[in-house]
């Protein structure tokens, strides 16, 4: 009896200790998980927005002897953001936190600039943002940095056509995180060496497929939701982010068009 009660306890015993050590486990796991988002969510927007930031210190310091001149309408809006236009080039799905894949196309004004290098600075007053702006939508090489992207093949800034721009919502500087604020009226000033161009927000579109290209196209229209967009040509900007919050499932956008 005494033997077979021992059995017993020692049993108990060995499986407390491999409870305990389960728990311990389960704890620790959940400790880096817990890390590994506060890394994600907090620790990539610190750094993002610090190298944006000084993106746009290094910029201005560039443009610091040719300060930017608001547009005025009649001015050659092709010629200000760079010289002669090239040929059409695929431009991506709207990007969200993402990039996205070839679907479709998009006219373009001015060459475009070096990919991946930031060459202006989106300023959006009624969010006190200021943003870098870089040629591209590829996460690792311009989103993740905390940029705003443009969409290859979309017109460059003040030219006739759609500058299509993508940006985080959330994570990694997320620019775009609160462009759902923007009301029709709100300004989008763009500066690039020498020139300001300031656009006024039209439309809202608060959800569509990652795949209407038609957001992004030069005479931008919803493809989905055909009730959203503009249906004559002109100088136009589009904002697409994620939507909802902390997902990829669809996409965010706002349009504005050429202040003049």
């Known amino acids: 009896m005494v033997v077979q009660g021992g059995g017993r306890r020692r049993g108990r015993a060995g499986l407390a200790r491999l409870l305990w050590v389960g728990a311990e486990a389960i704890t620790t796991l959940g ?13 990539t927007n610190r750094q993002a927005v610090a190298a944006a930031r000084e993106q746009v210190r290094a910029l201005e310091g560039e443009w610091g002897d040719s300060p930017p001149v608001p547009f005025v ?7 200000l953001a760079g010289s002669p ?7 991506p799905s709207p990007a969200g936190s993402g990039g996205g894949t070839a679907a479709g196309g998009s006219s373009s004004s001015g060459p475009a600039p070096a990919r991946d290098r930031a060459y202006a600075v989106l300023r959006i007053p009624r969010l006190g943002l200021s943003v870098p702006v870089a040629q591209g939508v ?12 443009q969409y290859p093949g979309t017109a460059q800034p003040g030219a006739q056509g759609n500058f299509a721009l993508a940006g ?3 994570t990694h500087g997320e620019p775009f995180r609160y462009i759902n604020r923007l009301r029709a009226g709100d300004e989008l000033i763009v500066d ?8 006024v927000v039209g439309q809202v579109l608060g959800e569509t497929s990652e795949r209407d290209t038609g957001v992004i196209a030069p005479v931008p229209r919803s493809i989905v939701k055909p009730g959203y ?6 100088a136009y900007i589009t904002l697409t982010t994620c939507t ?5 499932t669809y996409r965010l956008v706002v349009w504005g068009t050429l202040k003049g």
């Open 73 to 79: 309408p009649g001015d050659d809006a092709a010629a």
């Open 138 to 149: 590829d996460k690792r090489a311009v989103l993740d940095k905390g940029y705003v992207g």
């Open 85 to 91: 236009a090239p040929s059409p080039s695929p431009a």
């Open 31 to 43: 400790v880096l998980v817990a890390l590994l988002v506060v890394h994600q969510v907090w620790w």
């Open 192 to 199: 690039v060496r020498g020139r300001r161009y300031t656009y």
């Open 244 to 248: 909802p919050e902390y997902t990829s």
């Open 229 to 234: 967009g503009y249906g004559e040509p002109g």
């Open 168 to 170: 985080h919502r959330n």
